[in-house]
């Protein structure tokens, strides 16, 4: 797991959906990008600015060719889509599907 070092990157984790991601350090996933790249591989760090780093990384191209990467970064800002793998509990309770929920609305406006 990461490491928050700063009371910034504390407060990022627990007021947006950073947690989410963080939560996926360890498995791997999709993020697809915002120029339709998508990159499959095992999430080995998220830091506080919701940075990717993938180990292992397959990249498909928009000319639809697969790419190799021992290591491969993706910066928030490129971040379209992060696929959660099916197998992923997000909520035990009903009381944090009501607590994402909020978090979803208070980020919208």
Known sequence: ?????????????????LCLLQALEGRVTVIELQNEIAVKGLIS?????????????????????HYHFEEFFVKARNIRYVQIPEDVRLFHTKQSLHNFIMLICLHVD
């Not at 830091?47 to 993938?54: K, R």
């Open 45 to 65: 760090q998220v830091d506080g600015f919701m940075n990717v780093s993938l180990h292992d990384a397959t990249v498909q191209g928009n000319d639809d060719m």
């Open 1 to 17: 797991m990461t490491s928050l070092s700063t009371a910034r990157d504390r407060y990022n984790a627990a007021n947006s959906l």
